[in-house]
């Protein structure tokens, strides 16, 4: 193979959800266009909402794919004799913006080459039929790829072309955990991603009516799971949500994490409490206490019983704990104590 053969054949530049939120700030302050690309549920336009509200930008969707070119271009309409375009909705409001907005392109890939066509000057020289798009205005385009069938034929190059970088998102386990704990994700759901981070992303395009894992429909099994449904149908449920596959292993994990200690006794005696021994059963447990401590008192006592487990184990609750309380455990000593005696951890 020659080597611009092997160039045409090499993937795209992958980013991880932690990185592409930076480069989204980035581009947000400065005006530049992203397109991002990605497998369907990947959190392409979740990020991209993130970014715009830690930029404390406003936030306008629009998706070309149900879109007419009139929507892009504006209506034609006749003054004083001469044919001009009227612009309305989203258009109007891109040409109006007196404060920072971001503009998420939605599923560009899926729209018809006359739509894709027609945003080519709106991205680049911001400007559509005399109308021109505020400075205030920030574009960013989520894709899925021609892999994903997911109705992409493909993007126009000089489209493309007007993007200032392109880059492919990749799921991220340690990204999406910290998003997990962030976003109230079951702590069964979130223990069982520890133990198989494989299955964070295991996308398979197919015809069939059936879904895979991937960070999406995982939120969809953890929204479930908090719906106390019975475990027979949860089942069911869960492999329609994210695939049999899925269903079986996560089924599995259910079965097995019923060791898990009653956590009002563990912070009741947290020195006699008893310690699970299976790690499928420690990643749970772990979890679910990192979710206690919303005290300076209940955190004391849950470090008594955390000090009891491994090393590894510690460390995962003194990361989520600090994740989703960081005043408490900033505050607790047995934590500075933690610290002093674990400093070659990283947390």
């Known amino acids: 193979m020659t080597t611009k053969q092997n160039m045409s054949a090499s993937a795209m530049v992958q ?37 715009a509200r830690e930029a404390h930008c406003a936030l306008l969707k629009i998706f070309p794919v149900i879109c007419d070119p009139t929507d892009v271009k504006g209506l034609p309409i006749v003054v004083d004799g001469k044919a001009e375009f009227s612009a309305f909705g989203d258009l109007r409001q891109l040409i109006e913006a007196k404060n920072p907005l971001v503009c998420i392109i939605d599923d560009l890939g899926q729209a018809a080459p006359v739509i894709q066509a027609s945003l080519m000057q709106i991205v680049l020289a911001r400007e559509i039929a005399g109308n021109k798009i505020s400075d205030c205005v920030t574009f960013i385009a989520c894709t899925n790829r021609r892999q994903d069938r997911a109705a992409v034929s493909g993007i126009l190059e000089p489209l493309k072309s007007r993007f200032a970088t392109i880059l492919e998102l990749t799921p991220n386990y340690e990204d999406w955990v910290t998003w997990a704990n962030a976003n109230n994700i079951d702590y069964r759901v979130v223990a069982f991603i520890r133990q198989h ?14 879904n895979s894992p991937c960070p999406r429909t995982i939120e969809h099994v953890s929204q479930w799971m908090q719906l106390g449904y019975p475990y027979a149908l949860l089942q069911k449920i869960i492999a329609g949500a994210a695939g049999d596959a899925f269903a079986i292993a996560f089924g599995a994990f259910l079965n097995v994490i019923t060791e898990v200690p009653d956590l009002d006794a563990v912070i009741e005696d947290p020195n006699n409490a008893p310690v699970p021994k299976r790690p499928d059963s420690l990643y749970a447990v772990c979890g679910a206490l990192s979710r206690r401590v919303t005290s300076k008192k209940i955190m004391e006592k849950v470090m008594t019983y955390i000090e009891r487990l491994a090393p590894e184990f510690q460390t995962i609750f003194i990361m989520d704990a600090k994740q989703l309380y960081p005043e408490v455990v900033l505050q607790s000593g047995r934590f500075i104590d933690w610290v002093e005696k674990n400093s070659d951890m990283i947390i």
């Open 15 to 51: 980013v991880r959800p932690k990185d592409t939120i930076t480069i989204l700030k980035g581009a947000i302050q400065h005006r530049l266009p992203v397109m991002i690309s990605g497998a369907p549920g990947v959190g392409k336009t979740a990020l991209a909402e993130q970014a």
């Open 197 to 210: 981070p494989d299955l964070l992303h295991d996308f398979h395009p197919t015809a069939d009516m059936t």
